[in-house]
C-alpha cells in the first residue's frame, strides 16, 4: 500500500496522519479513562458510559446557551464553568446509578453489561425526547479558534489542541489521585484485595460508589471536551463505547498508562491507515489486530502483576 | 433422564409444556392470524433459534456472546447469497453491463463474479454453509479464547467487536456484499416463489418445524451428562476442569451449537422475510437477542421461545403506535430482567403458576403418578430459583481465596 510514495512523502504522510488522528486519541483517552477506573476497580460494565458522556456534551451545550442568554461578557470563560457543572452533574448520576442499580449486581458483572445496556437505551431516548434527534453544536469561544501553522503541510487546531490538553491533565490528574492519595490507595486496596481491604477497615462499598461517581464524571468532562471539536446527537456516545472498551481492554484494565498507550496506538493505527484505505478498512484492520492481538494475549499490554 | 417411552414423555408435565407450544404455533396463531401477521410470527420464531442458542451459551454454560447476530447473519446471508444467483439469471439481469451477477454488484463495477460467491450456485453447498460457516467461525473464536481461559466480560466485549467488525466489513464491500442495503430483491427457491402467501405459510410451518428439531437438540444435550458438565462448568468451573474434564473443548462444543442455532435461524430469516442486511447483525442487534433468552428465562430453552416471541411482538407494537416509547420499554426490559427477576418468565412461572398447576395435578392422581415421567433431568423446570441462586451466589471466600485461581 505503499507503493508510489517517496519516503519523504510518507513522512509527512504520517506526520499530518498523526497529528490528525489526535484529537480521536483524546476521545479515547478521556472516555476509556472513565471506563478504565470503574472496570478496573469494581470489574462493572458500563454500557451506558457514552451516554454519561453525551450527557456532559449536553451539560456544556446548555450553558453555553445561558452563557449566550445572560452573560454575554463572561462567554470567553463559560467553558470551564461546563467541564465543572458536566462533572458534578454526570458523578450525581453515576452515583445515584450506582446505589439503585449497580450495587445489587456486583456479582454478577455480565448482569451488569446488560443492566447499563438498558439505562442507555433509556437515556437515549431521553435525550432524543428533550433534545430532539437533531445534533447540537456549541458556539465556541473566539480564543478557541483558529489553529497554529507547524509546518506548511501541518496546521494544528486549537481547539484540537486544547482538547488534547484536557485529556492529558486529566489523565495526570487521576494518575495523582489514584496512586499519591490516601482514596487513591484505598481504591487499589479494594481492587487487590477485597476482604483483606475490609477487614482493615476500609469501607469497600463507599469506595465502590465514589468511583463509579467519579468514572461518571469524567465521563462528564469528557462529553464537554467533546462539544468542542464535535457536535452531540442523542446516539453519538454509542459511536464510541465498543472501540473504547477495546482501548481498555487492549492497554489492560487495571493499568491507567496502559490504557494511554493503547489509546495511542490504536487512533494512531486506524488515522494512518485511513490516508491509504478506506475508513471503513481501516477500522476493520484496526480492530482485527487487537482483536487479534486481544485472543494472544487476554491480559492486555500492560497488565499489572497481583497474585490471586 | 430417559423418558421411559415416547407416549408417556408426552403426558409428563415437560412433554405437555411441549404440546402446548405445538398447539400454539401450529393450530391457535395460523388459524387466528392473516398471513401477513403469520409471517411476522414466522419472523420472530427465526430470532427464537438464535435464543435457544443463547440459553444453552449463556445460561447453562454461563457464557454471555454479544456476537450471536455475527452467526445470525452469516447463515441469513448464505442463504440470501444463493437465492440472489438464482434470481440473477443472465436473462433477469439482460439490462446490466455484466448480465449473470447480482445488481448490486453491476452498479459498483463489478464485471465478475468474486470466487466466495461461485459455490452457492449449490443449493446443498449452501444448507451446509449455513450450519457450517458460522459454526467454523465459532470453533476458531472459541479455540482462541477458551484455551486461553478467556472468558465472561472480556468474552462479551470481544464478540461485541467482532459483531462491529463484521458490520463494517459488509458496509464497506458494497461490491461483494451489498452494502447497508443488504442482499434484497430475493425471489424464487429452487423454482419455488417465496413471495407469495401460500409460500409463506408453508415457510412459517417449516419454520415451526425446524424449532421444534432445534428444541429437542438442546433438550438432548442438556439432560445428558454434557448438559450437567456446562452447567457445573458455570457454577464452578475449577473444580470442573481438576476432576479432569477439558473445559475448554465443553465450551467451544456449547458455543458451536449456539452458533449453529443463529445460523439456521439466519437462513430461516432471509426465506421469510425476503431479504438480508447488515442492522440484523450489529451491535444492536446482538445484543438485543440475549433479551429474548433472558425475558423467557435464561434457564428454559422454551422460555426463550416465548421470550423471542413476546419481545418482538412487543417491539412491533410499539414501534407501530408509539415509536418514541419502545426504547423505554426496551432499556426497562433490560433492567427489570436482569435486577427484578433473573430467571425470566420462566421463572416467574415457576414461583407462580406451577403451585396452581401442583395442585390442579394433585386431583388427578393418575398422571401425578408417574415419577419416571417427571422431568428430572431438567433442573430447572423443578426448582429453578434455587439452582440458579447456588449457582450464582457470591462466595467471597471462593472467588479470592481458591489457590488455583490465576
Redesign the interface.
Same mark, same amino acid.
Given at each position: 500500500m505503499f507503493d508510489g510514495y517517496t519516503s519523504s512523502e510518507l513522512m509527512s504522510i504520517f506526520a499530518m496522519q498523526g497529528f490528525a488522528g489526535l484529537s480521536l486519541f483524546s476521545v479515547f483517552v478521556l472516555m476509556a479513562l472513565g471506563l478504565a477506573i470503574i472496570?478496573g476497580q469494581m470489574?462493572v460494565?458500563n454500557m451506558a458510559h457514552g451516554e454519561f458522556m453525551i450527557l456532559g456534551a449536553y451539560t456544556t451545550y446548555l450553558t453555553s446557551g445561558f452563557f449566550q442568554s445572560y452573560l454575554p461578557g463572561l462567554f470567553g470563560g463559560y467553558f470551564f464553568v461546563a467541564i465543572v457543572l458536566a462533572f458534578l452533574i454526570c458523578a450525581a448520576l453515576g452515583a445515584l446509578i450506582e446505589w439503585l442499580?449497580i450495587r /445489587?449486581?456486583? /456479582?454478577? #458483572?455480565?448482569?451488569? +453489561? %446488560?443492566?447499563t445496556?438498558?439505562?442507555?437505551?433509556?437515556m437515549?431516548?431521553a435525550y432524543?425526547?428533550i433534545f430532539g434527534a437533531r445534533e447540537v453544536g456549541v458556539e465556541l469561544p473566539e480564543w478557541m479558534m483558529g489553529a497554529f501553522q507547524v509546518t506548511d503541510m501541518v496546521e494544528l487546531p486549537i481547539n484540537g489542541l486544547f482538547v488534547m490538553i484536557i485529556a492529558l491533565s486529566i489523565a495526570v490528574g487521576v494518575y495523582l489521585l489514584m496512586y499519591r492519595s490516601g482514596y487513591g490507595k484505598n481504591v487499589r486496596a479494594v481492587v487487590q484485595?477485597? #476482604?483483606m481491604a475490609e477487614a482493615v477497615g476500609i469501607n469497600s462499598a463507599g469506595i465502590d460508589r465514589a468511583t463509579f461517581a467519579l468514572g461518571c464524571g469524567i465521563a462528564g468532562i469528557a462529553g464537554a471536551a467533546f462539544t468542542m471539536i464535535g457536535s452531540t446527537g442523542p446516539s453519538s456516545g454509542?459511536a464510541y463505547i *465498543?472501540d473504547t472498551? %477495546?482501548v481498555v *481492554?487492549f492497554g489492560g484494565a487495571q493499568s491507567l498508562i496502559g490504557t494511554i498507550v493503547s489509546a495511542f496506538g490504536i487512533s494512531q493505527a486506524q488515522s494512518t491507515m485511513e490516508f491509504f484505505l478506506?475508513?471503513?478498512?481501516a477500522? *476493520?484492520l484496526t480492530?482485527?489486530v487487537? *482483536?487479534g492481538i +486481544?485472543?494472544?494475549r #487476554?491480559e492486555g499490554l500492560m497488565a499489572l502483576k497481583v497474585r490471586? | 433422564m430417559k423418558s421411559s417411552s415416547p407416549m408417556k414423555w408426552f403426558t409428563s408435565r415437560e412433554g405437555l409444556y411441549y404440546l402446548a407450544l405445538a398447539g400454539l404455533l401450529v393450530v391457535i396463531l395460523p388459524l387466528a392470524l392473516d398471513p401477513f401477521r403469520l409471517n411476522m410470527v414466522g419472523k420472530y420464531l427465526t430470532y427464537a433459534f438464535v435464543a435457544i442458542g443463547l440459553v444453552m451459551c449463556?445460561g447453562k454454560a454461563?457464557i454471555?456472546s &454479544?456476537g450471536q447476530g455475527v452467526f445470525f447473519g452469516l447463515g441469513g446471508y448464505c442463504m440470501a447469497m444463493f437465492l440472489k444467483l438464482e434470481a440473477s439469471t443472465p436473462e433477469a439481469t439482460a439490462i446490466q453491463s455484466t448480465p449473470g451477477i447480482p445488481d448490486f454488484m453491476d452498479w459498483n463495477q463489478l464485471t465478475e463474479l468474486p470466487w466466495f460467491w461461485e459455490p452457492f450456485h449449490s443449493f446443498s453447498f449452501t444448507l451446509l454453509a449455513v450450519i457450517g460457516v458460522p459454526m467454523l467461525l465459532a470453533f476458531i473464536i472459541g479455540l482462541?479464547?477458551f484455551t486461553?481461559?478467556?472468558g465472561?466480560?472480556?468474552f462479551? !466485549? !470481544?464478540t461485541?467487536? !467482532?459483531a462491529?467488525?463484521l458490520t463494517?466489513?459488509i458496509?464497506?464491500q458494497q461490491g461483494y456484499t451489498g452494502g447497508v442495503n443488504g442482499i434484497t430483491d430475493l425471489q424464487t427457491l429452487m423454482g419455488w416463489d417465496i413471495r407469495s402467501d401460500a409460500a409463506k405459510t408453508t415457510l412459517y410451518f417449516v419454520c415451526v418445524g425446524m424449532l421444534f428439531l432445534c428444541l429437542f437438540v438442546a433438550r438432548f444435550v442438556q439432560n445428558r451428562k454434557l448438559g450437567r458438565i456446562l452447567v457445573a462448568m458455570n457454577a464452578q468451573e475449577n473444580r470442573v476442569r481438576f476432576s479432569g474434564y477439558d473445559v475448554a473443548a465443553f465450551k467451544i462444543f456449547v458455543f458451536c451449537l449456539a452458533a449453529a442455532f443463529a445460523g439456521i435461524g439466519g437462513a430461516l430469516f432471509t426465506l421469510v422475510v425476503g431479504f438480508m442486511s447488515p442492522s440484523f447483525i450489529g451491535?444492536?442487534a446482538s445484543?438485543e437477542m440475549? !433479551?429474548f433468552c433472558?425475558l423467557g428465562g435464561r434457564l428454559s430453552i422454551l422460555g426463550a421461545v416465548y421470550g423471542a416471541l413476546l419481545v418482538n411482538a412487543a417491539k412491533s407494537g410499539f414501534s407501530e403506535s408509539f415509536p418514541?416509547l419502545w $426504547?423505554?420499554a426496551?432499556?426497562? &426490559?433490560?433492567?427489570?430482567?436482569?435486577?427484578a427477576f $433473573?430467571n425470566g418468565l420462566a421463572g416467574l412461572y415457576q414461583s407462580y403458576v406451577m403451585p396452581l398447576e401442583e395442585r390442579l395435578f394433585k386431583r388427578k392422581p393418575k398422571i401425578e403418578a408417574e415419577p419416571a415421567a417427571e422431568p428430572e433431568a431438567t433442573p430447572e423446570a423443578r426448582k429453578p430459583a434455587v439452582a440458579a441462586t447456588e449457582a450464582?451466589?457470591?462466595d $467471597?471466600?471462593i472467588e479470592?481465596?481458591s489457590p488455583e485461581?490465576?
Amino acid at each position: 500500500m505503499f507503493d508510489g510514495y517517496t519516503s519523504s512523502e510518507l513522512m509527512s504522510i504520517f506526520a499530518m496522519q498523526g497529528f490528525a488522528g489526535l484529537s480521536l486519541f483524546s476521545v479515547f483517552v478521556l472516555m476509556a479513562l472513565g471506563l478504565a477506573i470503574i472496570f478496573g476497580q469494581m470489574g462493572v460494565i458500563n454500557m451506558a458510559h457514552g451516554e454519561f458522556m453525551i450527557l456532559g456534551a449536553y451539560t456544556t451545550y446548555l450553558t453555553s446557551g445561558f452563557f449566550q442568554s445572560y452573560l454575554p461578557g463572561l462567554f470567553g470563560g463559560y467553558f470551564f464553568v461546563a467541564i465543572v457543572l458536566a462533572f458534578l452533574i454526570c458523578a450525581a448520576l453515576g452515583a445515584l446509578i450506582e446505589w439503585l442499580m449497580i450495587r /445489587h449486581l456486583y /456479582h454478577r #458483572p455480565l448482569d451488569t +453489561l %446488560l443492566a447499563t445496556w438498558g439505562l442507555s437505551l433509556i437515556m437515549q431516548q431521553a435525550y432524543r425526547s428533550i433534545f430532539g434527534a437533531r445534533e447540537v453544536g456549541v458556539e465556541l469561544p473566539e480564543w478557541m479558534m483558529g489553529a497554529f501553522q507547524v509546518t506548511d503541510m501541518v496546521e494544528l487546531p486549537i481547539n484540537g489542541l486544547f482538547v488534547m490538553i484536557i485529556a492529558l491533565s486529566i489523565a495526570v490528574g487521576v494518575y495523582l489521585l489514584m496512586y499519591r492519595s490516601g482514596y487513591g490507595k484505598n481504591v487499589r486496596a479494594v481492587v487487590q484485595n477485597r #476482604p483483606m481491604a475490609e477487614a482493615v477497615g476500609i469501607n469497600s462499598a463507599g469506595i465502590d460508589r465514589a468511583t463509579f461517581a467519579l468514572g461518571c464524571g469524567i465521563a462528564g468532562i469528557a462529553g464537554a471536551a467533546f462539544t468542542m471539536i464535535g457536535s452531540t446527537g442523542p446516539s453519538s456516545g454509542q459511536a464510541y463505547i *465498543v472501540d473504547t472498551f %477495546l482501548v481498555v *481492554v487492549f492497554g489492560g484494565a487495571q493499568s491507567l498508562i496502559g490504557t494511554i498507550v493503547s489509546a495511542f496506538g490504536i487512533s494512531q493505527a486506524q488515522s494512518t491507515m485511513e490516508f491509504f484505505l478506506s475508513g471503513s478498512m481501516a477500522k *476493520v484492520l484496526t480492530l482485527l489486530v487487537v *482483536v487479534g492481538i +486481544l485472543m494472544l494475549r #487476554p491480559e492486555g499490554l500492560m497488565a499489572l502483576k497481583v497474585r490471586r | 433422564m430417559k423418558s421411559s417411552s415416547p407416549m408417556k414423555w408426552f403426558t409428563s408435565r415437560e412433554g405437555l409444556y411441549y404440546l402446548a407450544l405445538a398447539g400454539l404455533l401450529v393450530v391457535i396463531l395460523p388459524l387466528a392470524l392473516d398471513p401477513f401477521r403469520l409471517n411476522m410470527v414466522g419472523k420472530y420464531l427465526t430470532y427464537a433459534f438464535v435464543a435457544i442458542g443463547l440459553v444453552m451459551c449463556w445460561g447453562k454454560a454461563g457464557i454471555l456472546s &454479544l456476537g450471536q447476530g455475527v452467526f445470525f447473519g452469516l447463515g441469513g446471508y448464505c442463504m440470501a447469497m444463493f437465492l440472489k444467483l438464482e434470481a440473477s439469471t443472465p436473462e433477469a439481469t439482460a439490462i446490466q453491463s455484466t448480465p449473470g451477477i447480482p445488481d448490486f454488484m453491476d452498479w459498483n463495477q463489478l464485471t465478475e463474479l468474486p470466487w466466495f460467491w461461485e459455490p452457492f450456485h449449490s443449493f446443498s453447498f449452501t444448507l451446509l454453509a449455513v450450519i457450517g460457516v458460522p459454526m467454523l467461525l465459532a470453533f476458531i473464536i472459541g479455540l482462541a479464547m477458551f484455551t486461553r481461559r478467556v472468558g465472561g466480560v472480556y468474552f462479551a !466485549i !470481544i464478540t461485541q467487536a !467482532i459483531a462491529a467488525i463484521l458490520t463494517i466489513l459488509i458496509i464497506g464491500q458494497q461490491g461483494y456484499t451489498g452494502g447497508v442495503n443488504g442482499i434484497t430483491d430475493l425471489q424464487t427457491l429452487m423454482g419455488w416463489d417465496i413471495r407469495s402467501d401460500a409460500a409463506k405459510t408453508t415457510l412459517y410451518f417449516v419454520c415451526v418445524g425446524m424449532l421444534f428439531l432445534c428444541l429437542f437438540v438442546a433438550r438432548f444435550v442438556q439432560n445428558r451428562k454434557l448438559g450437567r458438565i456446562l452447567v457445573a462448568m458455570n457454577a464452578q468451573e475449577n473444580r470442573v476442569r481438576f476432576s479432569g474434564y477439558d473445559v475448554a473443548a465443553f465450551k467451544i462444543f456449547v458455543f458451536c451449537l449456539a452458533a449453529a442455532f443463529a445460523g439456521i435461524g439466519g437462513a430461516l430469516f432471509t426465506l421469510v422475510v425476503g431479504f438480508m442486511s447488515p442492522s440484523f447483525i450489529g451491535i444492536v442487534a446482538s445484543i438485543e437477542m440475549v !433479551i429474548f433468552c433472558a425475558l423467557g428465562g435464561r434457564l428454559s430453552i422454551l422460555g426463550a421461545v416465548y421470550g423471542a416471541l413476546l419481545v418482538n411482538a412487543a417491539k412491533s407494537g410499539f414501534s407501530e403506535s408509539f415509536p418514541e416509547l419502545w $426504547p423505554f420499554a426496551m432499556g426497562a &426490559l433490560f433492567i427489570g430482567v436482569v435486577l427484578a427477576f $433473573p430467571n425470566g418468565l420462566a421463572g416467574l412461572y415457576q414461583s407462580y403458576v406451577m403451585p396452581l398447576e401442583e395442585r390442579l395435578f394433585k386431583r388427578k392422581p393418575k398422571i401425578e403418578a408417574e415419577p419416571a415421567a417427571e422431568p428430572e433431568a431438567t433442573p430447572e423446570a423443578r426448582k429453578p430459583a434455587v439452582a440458579a441462586t447456588e449457582a450464582r451466589d457470591y462466595d $467471597p471466600m471462593i472467588e479470592h481465596y481458591s489457590p488455583e485461581k490465576s
